[in-house]
T-cell receptor, first 114, second 115 residues
Framework: GAVVSQHPSWVICKSGTSVKIECRSL??????MFWYRQFPKQSLMLMAT?????????EQGVEKDKFLINHASLTLSTLTVTSAHPEDSSFYIC??????????FGPGTRLLVL | DQQVKQNSPSLSVQEGRISILNCDYT??????FLWYKKYPAEGPTFLIS?????DKNEDGRFTVFLNKSAKHLSLHIVPSQPGDSAVYFC??????????????FGKGTKLSVIP
C-alpha cells in the first residue's frame, strides 16, 4: 500500500517557539493532504485540507495564522505550529490522498509544549 | 453536531468469535464509508470501505455492511484474533465538490479480543 511518513515522530518544545512537522507521501503523488489533530481518547479532528500549490482550507475554529500549512509539492506538506503553547500539545496526524477512495495516514507526531 | 456516531466506546470479544462494530451517520450526503484501525500513538490504517451503491463489501475476515435507509453501517470481523485489538474508527465522506475527499470520523470503538 501507499506509504506516508511524518517527521519528527515526537517533539518537545518550550512555550513560544514554533514547530514544523513534515508529511511526505513516499511512493505516490498526493492530490490532497489533510492535517488532523487527536486529543486523548477522542476522535480525529480535521484541521485543514491542502491541495498542492494552493492555500489550505481550514476547518471552523482552527486558527490559520497559528497553524501554517504549506503544500509545496505533490509529495510534501508541512504544518507549522507558531508560538506554541501548552494547549497545543497533541497528536498531529497527516494523511495523503490521490483519489477519493482512500486516505493514507502518516504515523503521527506527538507534540509536547512545556 | 456529530455526523458520524460510534455509540459503543469499547467492545470485548472472545478469540475466534465474531466482532461487530457499529456506526451511524446523519448526513444524507455521505456516500462513501471507510473503517480504520488505530493503535495508540500511530496513524490510522485503512481496513475496508464501501460505496453507497453497495450494501456489503468483504475482504478476508472483514466485512462491512451498509444499510442506507437506516443510515447505519457495521464492521464484522470473523474470526476475531488478539491482534485485532485496537481502536476502530468509522469514517464517511460525501460528494460535495472540493470537499468530497474530506473524512468525518466517529469517536472510535476500542476492541479487545480476549485469548
Amino acid at each position: 500500500g501507499a506509504v506516508v511518513s511524518q517527521h519528527p515522530s515526537w517533539v518537545i518544545c518550550k512555550s513560544g517557539t514554533s514547530v514544523k512537522i513534515e508529511c511526505r507521501s513516499l511512493d505516490f503523488q498526493a492530490t490532497t493532504m489533510f492535517w488532523y489533530r487527536q486529543f486523548p481518547k477522542q476522535s480525529l479532528m480535521l484541521m485543514a485540507t491542502s491541495n498542492e500549490g494552493s492555500k489550505a482550507t481550514y476547518e471552523q475554529g482552527v486558527e490559520k495564522d497559528k497553524f501554517l500549512i504549506n503544500h509545496a509539492s505533490l509529495t510534501l506538506s508541512t504544518l507549522t505550529v507558531t508560538s506554541a503553547h501548552p494547549e497545543d500539545s497533541s497528536f498531529y496526524i497527516c494523511s495523503a490522498s490521490r483519489d477519493r477512495e482512500t486516505q493514507y495516514f502518516g504515523p503521527g507526531t506527538r507534540l509536547l509544549v512545556l | 453536531d456529530q455526523q458520524v456516531k460510534q455509540n459503543s466506546p469499547s467492545l470485548s470479544v472472545q478469540e475466534g468469535r465474531i466482532s461487530i462494530l457499529n456506526c451511524d451517520y446523519t448526513n444524507s450526503m455521505f456516500d462513501y464509508f471507510l473503517w480504520y484501525k488505530k493503535y495508540p500513538a500511530e496513524g490510522p490504517t485503512f481496513l475496508i470501505s464501501i460505496s453507497s451503491i453497495k450494501d456489503k463489501n468483504e475482504d478476508g475476515r472483514f466485512t462491512v455492511f451498509l444499510n442506507k435507509s437506516a443510515k447505519h453501517l457495521s464492521l464484522h470481523i470473523v474470526p476475531s484474533q488478539p491482534g485485532d485489538s485496537a481502536v476502530y474508527f468509522c469514517a464517511a465522506s460525501g460528494s460535495s465538490g472540493a470537499g468530497s475527499y474530506q473524512l468525518t470520523f466517529g469517536k472510535g470503538t476500542k476492541l479487545s479480543v480476549i485469548p
